[in-house]
């Protein structure tokens, strides 16, 4: 128990530490000042540009740079895709695994294309090494420099710049960002015990004399992508609880940092392009506080353990079902509140196993986006709910809202609300259509309150772009994988659409000087505004799956009922 606040403790203390140097790095790449790695990188990447054909210098329109999303989106997915049905015929088969069924491969590309990692197989007797590498690790640095670009882009466009190029952006964010560091996590995880190779499945003799099969594989190379990029996916079923993906202590600690590091980051980024650290300091500390208090409140709620089961033994114990013995109770709750906040959905204990405190703090984080929010998007969400707090208290005092210097108007509300909509009308609608048709709730393994958070979790989980599971919930039939889609397709591209609209309406604002009466958006008051306006918007419209999932669970365990 000690070992596991303390562990936390040195996490958030080194997140602290690192957030502003790594957000200034971020801010220095995309605003195209000099960074240490220009004499390597800059020749590689305009080798790129010519063989691609990119004209580096050619600034896109919100429009423009939004098709180059999808239609860059459309053709690796398409190529993913084709990888699954053909794997049984490609190369890095050892174990001569045969290709995806049409309803998984394409739940599987999609799933990967937009950032989620959703997986509803076990990856190790289903996947060869060449799709776990060549289709899911490309679409794991793809589709998170496809995030990073976009809510680089935003800052660009609220801070009166030039959207710039959407295929500069993903290029420059693979490598400068993702792969400088992804190499040398790599080599950190193969020190710390995690496996790096491509021969076939281990066959031992167990010391009872039974034949044991071992997978194993490129573990540490796509370990360390899934958590930096925020995709989650495992290697194997069991994620990070996976010995080869997380072995100890050591590699849970620099895991999780990964997963963290570019999400907080952001915020500091966003400071430097507005010129405005002081604004981008208590945004931090806000998301910080949230983030601490759901903490507090998962690993409460494991430590306390299931009180049904300590009055029936007459002993007090953690909450241990679904944990790894190596992390405990609280590192997993820890990690848990971490994965869902940032979006990454990769896990190192069973969710499903959560004390009714961890479910509603999980489900929380992926209702609100926020905290910390997906990679590149949950810093635009964030902001987006800034732009609403100024829109909302200008109404109240009577004044046309500005923002930045430029007025806030109706077509930047409106994009905004589409924003925050999409994603509770991609989880709700097809919650309730699942728990209504009793050939869709046959995958449920748990009664009561329980099943309306398997179906809820699922489909946020989908929404949000975040992968993780409530794994007692029998996923991989047709109507999963193909419900879960629209949720996928509409939690990632709608709100990207509308950030990149948002962002170049921004952009071609004029600037309107500024008054003894403008709203100063860098002050502890308007924080906490922005903070209510977070809590009351995100929590009551998902209060009353809230209420009929963990928190009368909850009660449920209270009561003894």
Same mark, same amino acid.
């Given at each position: ?7 936390? @403790? *040195? %996490?958030?203390?080194? =997140?602290i ?6 957000? /200034?790095? $971020?801010a #220095? !790449?995309? +605003?195209g000042?000099r960074?240490l ?8 990447e ?23 999303v ?16 053909f ?11 045969n ?23 076990v ?6 090494y ?12 793809t ?6 670009a976009?809510?680089?882009?935003f800052?660009? @466009? *609220? %801070?009166?710049?030039? =959207?710039?190029n ?5 290029? /420059?964010? $693979?490598? #400068? !960002?993702? +792969? ?55 290697f ?12 100890n ?10 997963m ?7 915020i ?18 806000m998301?910080?506080?949230i ?7 998962t690993?409460?709620g494991?430590?306390? @353990? ?10 007090e ?28 959905g ?6 499903d ?11 929380l ?54 924003v ?22 046959a ?21 949000a772009n975040?992968g993780s ?39 071609n ?50 009561t003894?009922?």
């Open positions: 128990m000690g070992q596991g606040f303390l562990q936390i @403790g *040195l %996490t958030l203390c080194i =997140l530490a690192i957030a502003p140097f790594f957000g /200034r790095y $971020i #220095r !790449i995309f +605003l000042e960074t790695l220009d004499p390597i990188m800059n020749p590689i305009r080798m790129i540009y010519v063989v691609s054909g990119v004209r580096g210098k050619q600034e896109m329109t919100g429009w423009q740079y939004a098709r180059a999808l239609f860059s989106n459309l053709i690796m997915g398409g190529a993913v895709y084709l990888i699954f049905e794997q049984g015929i490609l190369p890095l088969n050892p174990n001569n695994f290709a995806l069924s049409w309803d998984l491969a394409l739940h599987t590309t999609i799933s990967f294309l937009t950032n989620t990692d959703q997986q509803h197989y990856p190790e007797t289903t996947l060869s060449f799709s776990q590498t060549a289709a899911l690790g490309f679409l794991m640095f589709s998170a420099a496809t995030g990073l976009v809510g680089i882009a800052l660009r @466009g *609220l %801070t009166g710049r030039a =959207l710039g959407f295929y500069v952006d993903l290029t /420059r964010a $693979i490598t #400068r !960002i993702l +792969l400088p560091i992804s190499i040398i996590g790599a080599i950190a995880l193969i020190i710390l015990g995690v496996p790096q190779t491509f021969l076939g499945t281990g066959v031992v003799t167990t010391i009872e004399g039974y034949t044991q099969y071992i997978p194993r594989g490129p573990v540490a190379s796509f370990e360390i992508i899934k958590q930096l990029g925020e995709n989650g996916g495992g194997f079923a069991t994620n990070s609880a996976h010995p080869f993906e997380n072995p202590g050591a590699s849970n600690l620099l895991e999780m940092l990964a963290i590091s570019i999400p907080v980051a952001l500091h980024t966003y400071g430097i392009f507005a010129k405005n650290t002081k604004q981008a300091w208590l945004l931090f500390w998301v910080f506080v983030f601490v208090v759901l903490v507090g409140i690993a409460n494991e430590y306390q @353990g299931n009180l049904l089961i300590n009055s029936a033994l007459g002993i114990q953690p909450n241990l079902e679904g944990k790894e013995v190596r992390f405990g109770s609280v590192l997993t709750a820890f990690w848990a509140v971490m994965t869902t906040s940032t979006m990454t990769a896990v190192n204990g069973m969710h196993s959560l004390m009714p405190t961890g479910g509603f703090s999980t489900l984080s992926m209702f609100l986006q926020i905290i910390w929010g997906g990679q590149g998007t949950g810093t635009a969400y964030l902001l987006i709910y800034v732009i609403l707090t100024v829109f909302l208290t200008g109404l109240m005092v009577g004044r046309t809202p500005e923002f930045m210097g430029r007025k806030i108007e109706k077509r930047e509300i409106v994009l905004a609300s589409v925050l909509l999409i994603h509770p009308i991609a989880v709700l609608i097809p919650s309730a259509i699942t728990l209504y048709l009793p050939e869709a709730i995958g449920i393994t748990n009664p009561t309150f329980h099943s309306i958070s398997q179906v809820v979790y699922e489909y946020t989980s989908a929404s975040n599971g409530f794994e007692g919930l029998v996923d991989n039939t047709l109507w999963w994988n193909l419900s879960t889609i629209p949720s996928l397709l509409l939690g990632r591209y709608v709100p990207i659409i509308a950030i990149l609209l948002l962002a170049d309406s921004m952009a604002k004029q600037t309107v000087p500024e008054t003894p009466a403008t709203l100063k958006t860098d002050t502890l008051l308007f924080t906490s505004i922005t903070a209510g306006v977070i809590l009351i918007l995100g929590v009551l419209t998902f209060f009353p799956v809230l209420a009929l999932g963990p928190i009368a669970e909850g009660f449920k365990i209270a003894g009922s």
